[in-house]
């Protein structure tokens, strides 16, 4: 069990039925990022928040405790954790809360995002009822100042750098679905081909093997047209780690002419799949035995 306290607002703010709870650090960031947390705690604290503490959401199974307890915490949820509000909002999805809920509002806050006694403030103001921090879907493709896309910008920049290492020391590592952006199209099911997707019995793509996913393969992340896979932990593209990428935080600057004409990203997702084909001792497939494959799925009676 890792609830450290259960409570509402404190004493000084109106009531309101809602539970205050606060990821941890994942495990890979903790060196870097403790002191961060511990100052947001205080902040919090200081002015008469208290919140649930439960370990980096992310890592969790839905058996856990402490996920249970997240289900059946009473009132809104107004989650702080360590991955972008929208990629937080998925992953509790995975968890098993209903997370566009007409019963309960879920408040996304990512504690990377704005100084410690500003964030506090804000819970405060969520609380108060002046304020929310409730994810949307997000505009249809939305555009750069260049007219890229944020996944389209973010695939770029992932071009002109080294191999990224991003999962490598991570707990976990599997996608999380943004169903307010998919269309249920099954190009991921398609594509992966480590059996990580699959349907459930009303025929809605669920992830179903999770921990089958090779950590450090966004791959399916690439090919998915409406950008509706996030890999929260994904630290070199900010579309794919879920968040919008406006240009400001987290891109970089890039020298297009110097990219242009690498491989795209559908190219560059099935590089990325054959090369763990490869680390798991299998042969990647033809691009007639992936035709075949994807022939087979269409005809299945879903
Ligand atoms: S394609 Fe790669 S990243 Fe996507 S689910 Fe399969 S193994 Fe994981
Ligand atoms: S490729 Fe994207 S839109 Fe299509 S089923 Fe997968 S997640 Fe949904």
Redesign the pocket.
């Known amino acids: 069990m890792n609830f450290m306290a259960g409570a509402l607002a404190g004493t000084a703010l109106p009531v309101r039925t809602a539970t205050v709870v606060y990821s941890r650090v994942p495990q890979e960031e903790r060196a870097q990022r403790q002191p961060e947390y511990e100052k947001l705690a205080a902040a919090l604290r200081a002015i008469g928040i208290e919140f649930l503490e439960v370990e980096s959401i992310y890592d969790r199974y839905e058996e856990d405790d402490d996920t249970r307890l997240l289900r059946e915490a009473p009132g809104d949820l107004i989650f702080i954790g360590w991955h972008y509000p929208r990629a937080l909002k998925w992953i509790l999805a995975r968890q098993g809360l209903d997370v566009n809920g007409r019963a309960r509002a879920l408040h996304c806050l990512d504690a990377r995002e704005e100084e410690p006694a500003v964030l506090a403030e804000r819970v405060k103001k969520i609380l108060a009822g002046s304020a929310s921090a409730v994810v949307t879907a997000p505009p249809k493709s939305p555009s750069t100042s260049d007219g890229l896309t944020p996944r389209q910008r973010g695939d770029l920049a992932e071009q002109a750098l080294p191999n990224p290492e991003n999962a490598k020391l991570s707990a976990r590592?599997?996608?999380v679905v943004d169903y307010d952006a998919c269309t249920n199209c099954m190009e991921?099911l398609d594509?992966?081909?480590?059996g990580?997707?699959g349907v459930d019995a009303g025929g809605t793509l669920r992830?179903t093997n999770q921990d089958?996913?090779?950590s450090d393969?966004?791959?399916?992340?690439r090919?998915c047209p409406v950008g509706a896979?996030v890999?929260p932990k994904y630290v070199t593209n900010v579309a794919i780690a879920g968040g919008q990428d406006d240009g400001d935080r987290g891109s970089l600057k890039l020298d297009l002419s110097k990219i242009f004409g690498k491989p795209k990203a559908r190219h560059q997702?099935a590089l990325?799949?054959d090369r763990?084909l490869l680390k798991a001792g299998r042969k990647p497939p033809s691009a007639d035995e992936v035709e075949k494959l994807t022939d087979a799925f269409d005809q299945v009676d879903l």
């Open positions: 590592w599997y996608p991921c594509f992966c081909l480590f990580v997707y992830v089958e996913c090779r393969c966004p791959a399916c992340a090919v896979i890999f997702a990325e799949r763990e």
